[in-house]
């Protein structure tokens, strides 16, 4: 029985040093990137392709980082609502519809984040909070 207390209290011990190493932005990034990654998998990826390279002339690429700044307070209502007409995104023009979604808004700060930054290498979140103030303000 002491043996058994031992390793679990070392175990546990070398746990809290583990994730004690991490700061809380870290791992909140983690979580909100790895849900994400399950969101764009089931949502976005049939149009915007694994790697968010976009379908040809069909659908936009979301490797733009450049588009994605200065787009960054319409991002949320575009997931949620979708988006028609004209859209320069990489130096290209689009012009599809894109479909309404039915995700909440966490999981469009979780997809924010997975493409902001596993597909575009960034290291902002969307948080949750910014999501619903941009879905609350939605045009």
Avoid: W
């Amino acid at each position: 029985m002491r043996t058994l207390l031992t390793t679990c209290f070392t175990i546990g011990c070398l746990l809290l040093a583990l994730i004690g190493c991490q700061n809380e932005i870290a791992i909140k990034t983690a979580q909100y990137s790895v849900n994400g990654q399950k969101v764009y998998i089931t949502h976005c990826q049939n149009c915007h392709g694994e790697k968010g390279e976009g379908l040809g002339n069909l659908y936009p690429p979301l490797t733009d980082t450049k588009f994605l700044e200065n787009n960054r307070q319409k991002l949320a209502c575009i997931v949620k609502y979708g988006s028609t007409g004209e859209l320069e995104v990489a130096g290209r023009k689009f012009n599809n519809t894109m479909p309404a979604s039915n995700l909440s808004s966490i999981d469009i700060a979780y997809v924010l984040t997975y493409i902001n930054t596993k597909i575009n290498k960034g290291k902002e979140i969307f948080p949750l909070d910014e999501v619903e103030k941009q879905l609350k303000n939605c045009k």
